[in-house]
């Protein structure tokens, strides 16, 4: 698709070869591929070019279900901003919205407009990432599979405080991906704002002090986005204790069946031997009184167990 705001902004959005063909004759400008807007080097993603610059950064796509890294590209220019993305970003469409109410011509402004898009979209990003914590924490410590609604009935089946744990533990690794990319794509724009202050010479920029804006606001999402990222660490730790709970009851009601089970064998294991002067042979009530004493030591320790809250 081929978009243009007035006649310095090009938005080329996921271009077939015959858009980049087009908006290469009337600019005079090579279009980078997505094979080169993805480069890793600083020296790939900030050039300078013959009368502008060639900028480009990860940018997050923003839907935590599927969220993913994909290149976006600025060629700045006097004259002309070409920009080329591969996914649908709501900062485009929020700067569109501000340059067609200032009237706004200049690629530059148009850029520092797309700049502070950009970063506002990413910060709400974060600030729903926070809900989504927040919400995260409340199931990781008020862990209850049955729902308030039904807190008072029976125990709920181990099967599904399994599946339960296993949700929160995939919410708490999506949330850190996520995390890990927001922070990939402010090191990006981070990186944009000091190049293109030391080599806008003859881009007529005039960025009133907003460059230094935009940087702190960066700086602010980078310790936010830290905060973030521990208590990704902090929830993920209290999920991981909360399954080792689980595990150790589990192990509580083996180790208890086990101990339950060892004097029956026992005193059973005696009685059991057929040896010809053994004096329990010759009593009338023998077997019941082994019977007696072998249900006294399974319950026993049953009794013990229960008082001292073990089951």
Same mark, same amino acid.
């Given at each position: ?22 908006? /290469?004759? &009337?600019? #005079?400008?090579?279009?980078? +591929?997505?094979?080169? %807007?993805? $480069?890793?080097?600083?020296? =790939? ?55 067609? /109410?200032? &009237?706004? #011509?200049?690629?530059?402004? +148009?850029?520092?407009? %797309?700049? $502070?898009?950009?970063?506002? =979209? ?75 202050? =030391? ?113």
């Amino acid at each position: 698709m081929l978009k243009k705001h007035g006649a310095v902004w090009i938005d080329l959005f996921d271009p077939s070869a015959e858009e980049v063909a087009a908006v /290469e004759k &009337e600019t #005079g400008l090579r279009i980078p +591929t997505r094979a080169a %807007l993805s $480069e890793v080097e600083t020296s =790939s993603r900030l050039r300078r070019l013959k009368g502008g610059l060639s900028l480009s950064t990860p940018m997050i796509t923003f839907e935590q279900a599927d969220s993913q890294l994909k290149p976006l590209g600025f060629l700045l220019t006097k004259d002309h901003l070409v920009t080329v993305r591969f996914h649908d970003l709501r900062a485009y469409g929020h700067a569109a919205k501000r340059l067609s /109410e200032e &009237e706004a #011509g200049d690629p530059a402004e +148009t850029f520092i407009v %797309l700049l $502070e898009e950009l970063v506002d =979209s990413l910060a709400d990003a974060l600030e729903e990432m926070a809900g989504d914590l927040d919400s995260l924490s409340s199931r990781i410590f008020d862990f209850d599979v049955r729902g308030p609604s039904a807190r008072r009935m029976e125990e709920p089946p181990p099967r599904r405080r399994d599946l339960a744990l296993r949700r929160i533990l995939r919410a708490i690794s999506r949330r850190g991906k996520v995390l890990g990319k927001v922070r990939a794509s402010l090191l990006g724009l981070e990186r944009i704002l000091p190049f293109v202050s =030391s080599a806008c010479d003859g881009l007529e920029l005039n960025d009133d002090g907003r460059f230094e804006t935009i940087r702190r606001d960066i700086e602010s999402l980078d310790e936010f986005e830290t905060r973030l990222a521990e208590n990704v660490q902090f929830l993920l730790d209290a999920a991981l204790g909360l399954i080792n709970i689980e595990q150790n009851n589990v192990f509580r009601v083996l180790t208890v069946v086990s101990v339950v089970g060892v004097p029956p064998t026992l005193i059973a294991s005696i009685y059991g031997m057929n040896f010809k002067n053994m004096p329990e042979l010759d009593w009338t009530y023998g077997y019941p009184y082994a019977l007696g004493l072998i249900f006294l030591s399974a319950v026993m320790p049953i009794i013990y167990f229960r008082i001292r809250g073990w089951f």
